[in-house]
């Protein structure tokens, strides 16, 4: 089989490309070059790309780079200046794996001939008892991507393998040691790959958006603070919010852009007992019980039901923020997922 193989210059990725030559796959490394400004914690630095060629290298692959910057700007970059505009919390690694990492790379590897697209995500492929392929859990729990990864749709996972996705993270590492690789011990990418670690989320956005400045009230409707920009408030967020301290410590619980008002609260009044979803679209056939739902890309999973495109928790979680990704698991298998109203 003639397999691509996503080439990010990290560990992971370049022992995915050995094992899938191991296995006797003719392969060919590629990076993505999608992001042109400072970079120094994603998968994206000048870097990143001679690690990934080095890795190929030392495993006697052909390698390439695919600049996929205008790709990147129209399906991340925009989107993700556009939901903060309208006071709304975007997964940006979300949107880079669909439409980039995967729609945009498994449309190359069809031009180019290529049977399959493989990348080193920790995620395992499944096939369920209707013979579809499906997105589950990494064996090492601790470094599981399947929420970044959950849109993928089934007739593109039959076109994608993550030969890492049954390892724990200690054992890749070991195997490019053993392997000589320079990248065994380099430290993991740190998710967004745009905001670098001497520019904030802020300063991103910066020019980028539409400033409103905001009154933010308590519970009982009272102003005890204000903010400059609206846009750049979370559900849940502590500080920069103008407030003169004491306790309890206050939370953000509701952004209402066209009022312009931030409603703060206790942890207590951050509560929920469920969470209305845009758009929930389904793997396969919907389910409504049994469910567990992860609602960030590292976070913990909480047990829930759902009807219609409401997700209710077994027991009160904190408030998800409108534009965060909801994604449910029929144990370790991914059969859903929608984006917080």
Not at 148 to 165: N, Q, S, W, Y
Not at 185 to 209: A, H, M, W, Y
Not at 272 to 280: A, F, M, N, Q, W
């Amino acid at each position: 089989m003639q397999v691509m193989v996503a080439m990010s210059g990290g560990v992971d990725s370049s022992v995915a490309a050995a094992m899938m030559l191991d296995a006797g796959h003719e392969v060919v490394g590629v990076t993505m070059k999608l992001w042109g400004g400072p970079s120094d914690k994603g998968c994206c630095s000048v870097s990143d790309v001679l690690d990934a060629r080095r890795a190929a290298d030392a495993i006697g692959v052909d390698h390439h780079v695919f600049n996929f910057g205008d790709d990147f700007e129209r399906h991340v970059i925009a989107p993700y200046v556009t939901e903060h505009d309208a006071g709304r919390t975007p997964n940006p690694c979300i949107e880079c794996n669909r439409s980039i990492k995967f729609a945009r790379l498994l449309e190359r590897a069809d031009a180019l001939g290529f049977d399959a697209v493989v990348t080193g995500h920790h995620a395992q492929i499944v096939t369920v008892g209707d013979g579809t392929r499906r997105i589950a859990r990494a064996v090492d729990v601790a470094k599981d991507q399947s929420y970044v990864l959950h849109m993928i749709p089934p007739k593109d996972l039959a076109r994608v393998e993550f030969p890492i996705g049954g390892l724990e993270k200690s054992v890749v590492r070991q195997m490019a040691a053993d392997m000589g690789m320079r990248v065994a011990n380099k430290p993991d990418s740190q998710d967004v790959c745009f905001i670098s670690s001497t520019t904030s989320r802020d300063e991103f956005l910066g020019d980028r958006l539409t400033h409103t400045p905001a009154e933010v009230v308590d519970t009982d409707g009272n102003q005890v603070g204000q903010v400059d920009s609206i846009q750049l408030v979370t559900i849940g967020q502590r500080k920069g919010l103008g407030l003169a301290g004491g306790s309890p410590a206050q939370y953000v619980n509701n952004v209402d852009i066209g009022a312009q008002r931030v409603t703060i609260g206790t942890r207590q009044d951050l509560l929920s007992e469920s969470v209305e979803l845009d758009v929930l679209t389904w793997v396969g056939e919907p389910v409504s019980q049994g469910l567990v739902a992860q609602t960030s890309a590292h976070g913990a999973t909480r047990p829930a039901r759902v009807h219609a495109n409401t997700v209710t928790w077994e027991t009160p979680q904190q408030r998800v923020a409108p534009g965060q990704t909801v994604v449910l698991y029929d144990g370790d298998i991914v059969v859903g997922g929608g984006v917080a109203r």
